[in-house]
């Protein structure tokens, strides 16, 4: 799997050109052309996995901040009291 969207957008636009230059020699419809397309489906998957998880990563690393945030401010709170 690859370590960062770009890499894999890099990837995404290398097969979709094979793909694109496939199709204009062999047809629409060839073996290469197929294979081609076939990778580039996966490889889209992937892209969208690696976003979601990105995704849930930021979340996670939000609510992490605001605990942190939260126990400092409860920690001041009782050191003052």
Do not use: P, W
Not at 34 to 62: G, N, W
């Amino acid at each position: 799997m690859y370590q960062t969207q770009n890499a894999l957008l890099k990837e995404i636009d290398r097969v979709r050109e094979l793909m694109i230059t496939a199709a204009l020699e062999t047809g629409y419809t060839s073996n290469e052309t197929v294979r081609h397309s076939q990778e580039l489906d996966t490889l889209i998957y992937e892209y969208q996995a690696l976003c979601k998880e990105t995704e849930v990563q930021r979340q996670k690393t939000k609510i992490l901040f605001r605990q942190i945030i939260l126990l400092t401010k409860k920690q001041y709170i009782l050191s003052h009291a």
